[in-house]
């Protein structure tokens, strides 16, 4: 019986180690709030990556028939730049990384990747190249220093660390009594928005893609986190092709192309000067912004003078 038990044993340990498996790919879909419908096609070659140009050229799409989310949207990430997608709730954005990610095909049109439509390549590939910061990142239950290293499961300590200092997280995780070996996740400890996010930061430092496409927090941030979290993407952001995804707009004044997204067509485009100057969209949602962080900044006055 003892000689049975052993291998059992062993065996359950490696049923919950696949079971983490699957947990970690299930969290990924459930996060992203996508099923996996999308299949390589037969004798899908693997994505060559060479500069990370990426080009969305006439795309079309919707999730219901009925209803079109984007109508013939076209526009250029040129290699090493950065280009943010802005817009009014519902107008699409997110869809947009979705679509990058090949999480659903286009209808109409294409994405690609240095010339190569998504649909074409391997998804295993494509996924591979592209590092994703999400608006909100579920950490597994493990220490913190596994969380960033699964961005590269080769990372020495050092390159962990290293990571987590560049995402403005290092102090933070060093301030915990038990460091870089705390549990976090649902069963361990708690982290706000903003620290769980400059953790997936970190780890997309780790994993160092060619492609960036960060889907930036929807919900308000206090201004210091803020900052922090600018300044870890920035860094992250420098050299790389980089799409942002944002409900904010304090993110993309420095983004060399600003896409105004609308009733899924696009609005409005320019750099964030050459769009105030067309006084249109833009720039009013830019005025309502600026107004709604003058008045929090006047509550907090008064809540503080209390
Ligand atoms: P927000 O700024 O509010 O996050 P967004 O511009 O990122 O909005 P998307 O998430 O791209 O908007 O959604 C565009 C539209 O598509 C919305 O009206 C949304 O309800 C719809 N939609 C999003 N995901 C799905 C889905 N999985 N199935 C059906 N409709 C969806």
Redesign the pocket.
Known sequence: LMQLSVPLNFIGFVYREIRQGLTDIEQMFELL??KAEVVDKPGAVDLKIQNGEIEFDNVHFA??PQRP?LKGISFKVPAGKTIAVV??????????SRLLYRFYDVQGGSVKIDGQDVRDVTQTSLRAVIGMVPQDTVLFNDTIAYNIRYGRPSATEAEVEQAAEIAQVGNFIRSLPEGFKTMVGERGLKLSGGEKQRVAIARTILKSPPILMLDEA?SALDTGTEQEIQAALDEVAKNRTTLI?A?RLSTVINADEIIV?KDGEIAERGTHAELLEQKGLYERMWNRQREAVQAEAKLKEVRESD
Request: proline share 5%; net charge negative.
């Open positions: 709030d996508v999730y219901d989310i817009g009014p709730s519902g107008a699409g954005k997110s869809t947009i929807t995804i409900h997204l």
